[in-house]
């Protein structure tokens, strides 16, 4: 059984389509990279597949593990082990970073019936994984995100990664604002993590981050679909030739 | 309807004040005769000043700048009854529910009556004197006990500070009170344990008034905090009007934590005016929980040179909660500083109020004054008015103010989900985070563990409100309107 099974996916926006009928099967194990160009719906997949309530998916179905993902909530879908790294980390101010992401893991091994971490066992292994990151330890107790820069909040969303564990990692547009010294380490976390338990999907942009972190599959999103898919030296001919033709076309986007 | 502003001329709006006070005038009476072998001349003159000034005024109205957002109208035509000491009697395991853990000594006053069998007086710490007010006035008066409670420094201080002629319900309580704690911290004495002053509104089927006085006195270079709580027992209406003079000596560190946590049918007015001698550091913090109609007046004057205060607050209002802080805060010598922080978190229909004025006097050079007011509004129908208003007759002095008014931040809510954290932990989350700030201002001490979880299970029940099935959001929509009833 594939881990993720997405079928003639459509969804929408404030009433205008974004997906239209994309169809993607991940393994378990296996790194898939999405490449497109801006506004073909790179995002919208991500947001969908982690339950955000704002898109509205008007057809087709997604199977996680074998279970309807689509009618889970936010919570349900991580808890069933699907983790999104955003593009756009939230601030929060007011609640520690490790209280944070104790009180997530709690929350997932509540919800798969396991005891709860107390500070003492969680501690050692949250500040064994920043090293990891080459985050600084004075970190743990800031507030989520506030005041970070925007590599050390790429690089907390690696380490909420690598401590959630989960079996399906989505990371939306984790290389953009990186310099290369945070790509880097940003790709080692990653590929720390890469096991025959857990998929990737790996959105990007560029061509760069795949030198670090390469994919079993890249595809190309246009325009809501899938338009080519192949191995990780399809990423390459893109980077060199653009997305082609269809991507050329000048489309009907919202304003 | 208004007790003032009555163009009908000066006897029809006495005899409307006097109609309407009716039962405030029964009760002065009562006291009055009850105590006249027992006050001192001096209290009996107290008594009487406070009174007159009460009764010529009467409860202010929304025309009265200071009272602008609050409407008295439920109060003033509820026939609030004075309780009579021990016609209500409350058990031990009822106290106990409102221990504070690790709180040093207790006092606990029911319906404005010293309980002495709930009180916890044993082993009171080397420097610190507490007993009744009244118990001190009336072994004042026979000559005896000193040690356990001398009223030596009652006739010089009480009524000094708190401001009859300005604030009515300042004037009703110094007329009124019956009965409340009296503190003297001895000089250079740090006590390390909080006092704990528990005030109990227990009905007996009759709407009960209460007016709670509580004289501190911080001499020089003592340590202390102190914890007045406001508790229901039972869900009847009543009135607490209570006054706080604290007296901060030299280079004295007083912590002083108003929490307010009654049912929401109480009408609570506390006034807390503090006094800073030369380099005191005095923080005041409110928690207002509970209660249907609160004002909490803080008034903190900076009296001597290089005084520090910090008024810190968090109010959590839902259904139709009302709750008024006004601070006044006075910088009457140099070098002072003052810190105002005020968080508030209002759901369903209920209101808050934050009001804050700073008045630097003109010697008051080199002041640095800071105010803000920040709130979280959860539903549409929440409403915060906050006002800051800043009097600087000094010229070389830093003062600013800021509030701000948002939301829960759908996008936060979102990232927390997507982590495994359900939804209504997620919502309970965020608001304990924004009410942390006012918990982060306070000292680690057994006082700011116990606040600390009253506002943990207080911002429970707002976060599961959010989920609460029609059928009891309908119930809440029957309880009272304090703004409607006017």
């Known amino acids: 059984m594939a881990l993720l099974e997405i079928q003639d996916l459509h969804a929408s926006v404030e009433g205008h389509e974004i997906l239209k009928g994309l169809n993607l099967t991940l393994n378990a194990g296996e790194v898939h990279s999405i490449m497109g160009p801006n506004g073909s719906g790179k995002s919208t997949l991500a947001a969908v597949l982690a339950r955000r309530e704002t898109y509205e998916v008007t057809r087709g179905r997604v199977l996680f593990n074998g279970k309807d993902l689509l009618e889970m909530k936010p919570e349900d879908a991580a808890c069933e082990g699907v983790f999104l790294a955003f593009q756009y980390p939230v601030e929060i101010p007011g609640i520690g970073n490790a209280y944070f992401v104790r009180s997530a893991m709690n929350a997932i091994r509540k919800f798969h019936g396991q005891d709860e971490l107390d500070a003492m066992d969680f501690l050692p292994l949250y500040k064994e994984r920043m090293r990891i990151l080459e985050m600084d330890e004075k970190l743990v107790n800031r507030s989520v995100n506030e005041g970070f820069s925007g590599g050390e909040k790429k690089r907390n969303e690696i380490l909420q990664m690598a401590m959630l564990e989960p079996k399906l990692a989505i990371l939306d547009e984790t290389d953009s604002g990186l310099d290369i010294d945070a790509l880097r380490i940003v790709a080692k976390g990653v590929n720390a993590m890469r096991s025959p338990d857990r998929a990737f999907l790996v959105i990007t942009h560029y061509q760069r981050l795949l030198d670090y972190i390469t994919p079993d599959f890249v595809h190309v999103l246009v325009d809501g679909k899938i338009v080519r898919s192949g191995g990780p030296e399809l990423a390459l001919e893109l980077e060199d030739k653009g997305y082609g033709p269809e991507a050329d076309v000048p489309q009907a986007l919202p304003a | ?361 003109k010697d008051a050079q080199k002041t640095d004054a800071k105010q803000t007011n920040r709130n979280l509004l959860l539903s549409d129908d929440a409403r915060i008015d906050t006002k800051p208003q800043l009097e600087i007759y000094a010229d070389d002095v830093k003062c600013t103010h800021g509030a701000t008014i948002g939301q829960i931040e759908e996008e936060q809510l979102f990232y927390l989900r997507t982590r495994g954290i359900e939804e209504t932990s997620a919502r309970n989350l965020l608001l304990y985070a924004f009410a942390a700030e006012c918990l982060d201002r306070m000292n680690d001490s057994p006082a700011r563990e116990f606040v600390a979880s009253l506002i943990g299970d207080r911002l429970t029940d707002l976060a599961l409100n959010h989920q609460v099935a029609p059928s009891a959001a309908a119930v809440k929509e029957e309880t009272q309107s304090w703004e409607e009833v006017g």
């Not at chain 2, 001329?9 to 006070?21: D, F, H, I, P, S």
């Not at chain 2, 916890?120 to 118990?135: F, Q, R, W």
């Not at chain 2, 109990?200 to 209460?210: C, L, N, P, R």
């Open chain 2, 1 to 361: 309807m208004s007790t003032t502003a009555n163009n009908t001329g000066n006897e029809n709006a006495m005899a409307t004040t006097t109609e309407k006070l009716g039962t405030y005038l029964e009760a002065y009476s009562e006291l009055i005769a009850n105590r006249q072998e027992r006050d001192p001349v001096w209290l009996r003159q107290l008594r009487e000043d406070a009174w007159q000034r009460f009764y010529a005024k009467g409860f202010p109205t929304t025309h009265d700048e200071d009272w602008r957002f609050t409407n008295l109208a439920a109060l003033d035509r509820t026939p609030f009854q004075r309780a009579v000491k021990g016609s209500v009697t409350v058990s031990a395991e009822q106290i106990e529910k409102c221990r504070v853990p690790g709180a040093g000594c207790r006092l606990v006053f029911v319906n404005g009556h010293l309980a002495a069998n709930l009180s916890e007086l044993s082993n009171l710490p080397k420097g610190l004197e507490i007993c009744s007010l009244l118990g001190a006035i009336d072994c004042g008066m026979i000559g005896a006990a000193p040690e356990d409670c001398a009223s030596d420094g009652i006739e010089q201080n009480l009524g000094r500070y708190a401001n009859v002629r300005r604030d009515v319900f300042s004037a009703l309580n110094t007329a009124l009170w019956e009965d409340g704690a009296y503190l003297r911290i001895r000089r250079g004495a740090v006590i390390d344990q909080p006092v704990h002053l528990l005030y109990v509104s227990a009905g007996a089927g009759a709407e009960i008034m209460t007016h709670p006085r509580t004289l501190i006195l911080a001499e020089p270079t003592s340590h202390i905090s102190v914890i007045e709580d406001y508790v229901s027992i039972g869900d009847e209406a009543a009135f607490s009007n209570a006054v706080t003079e604290l007296v901060a000596g030299q280079d004295a560190v007083v912590s002083h934590f108003l929490v307010e946590r009654e049912n929401l049918a109480a009408f609570n007015v506390s006034t807390l005016r503090l006094e800073l001698a030369r380099g005191a550091n005095v923080s005041s913090h409110s928690i207002l929980l509970g209660g249907g109609l609160v004002r909490n007046n803080v008034h903190p004057v900076l009296a001597g040179e290089g005084a520090e205060c910090l008024i810190n607050g968090l109010f959590v209002g839902a259904g139709r909660q009302h709750l008024d802080n006004y601070m006044l805060v006075e910088h009457a010598q140099p070098q002072c500083s003052s810190r105002q922080f005020y968080n508030g978190i209002l759901d369903d229909r209920a209101r808050g109020v934050f009001h804050g004025r700073i008045v630097v006097h």
